[in-house]
């Protein structure tokens, strides 16, 4: 099973991807794949968060900043993998940090391709997402690539993933599919 979820920041999505991708595990190998790249303490706080909020919950921890793909190298397919997050992978190839966080759209697509590969690829997946391009709001022109780049792939994950869930004030919309584990 593959399950998609997206929302607003801080409205519960990460706790009921966790919640669910120890259910889909039934007491089997479950991975938490880290994608976010700290870029200061605001970030280490997040991180500091979001693993304390897993302890004792079993995951074994991959990190993968890019091509995701690269994560079934140590991890076994046939686990469930809780993509956290989604909008973080975009980031990291969109503004690598290597080239100066010049915008690389090819890598961007790739890494579109590639998580539709891996939903495709795994026994189960649960991908987390920010919902960040539905204000009407004009931004500069690499956050405006950037928005467009994760509705991309939001859309696309959506697509491919069995059940699709919008979170929003600790609530949750099943648009496609549903919750039976």
Known sequence: MTIFISGGAKNGKSTLAQDLTVALSKGGKHYYVATMISSGA???DRIRRHI???EGMGFETVECFRNIMDCLKIADKDGVFLVD????LIQ???F???KNYEIDLNAANRCVEELVEFARTVRHA???SDYIYSDAEAFSESTEMYR???ADIDRRLAAVCDTVIE???GQFIIHKGDLRI
Request: glycine residues 0%; negative net charge; contains cysteine.
């Open 42 to 44: 605001e970030d280490d």
């Open 52 to 54: 304390a909020d897993r």
């Open 85 to 88: 997050s989604v909008t973080a």
């Open 92 to 94: 990291n190839s969109l």
């Open 96 to 98: 690598p940090v290597e």
């Open 126 to 128: 649960v991908f987390v």
């Open 148 to 150: 467009k780049c994760l």
């Open 167 to 169: 979170v929003s004030a």
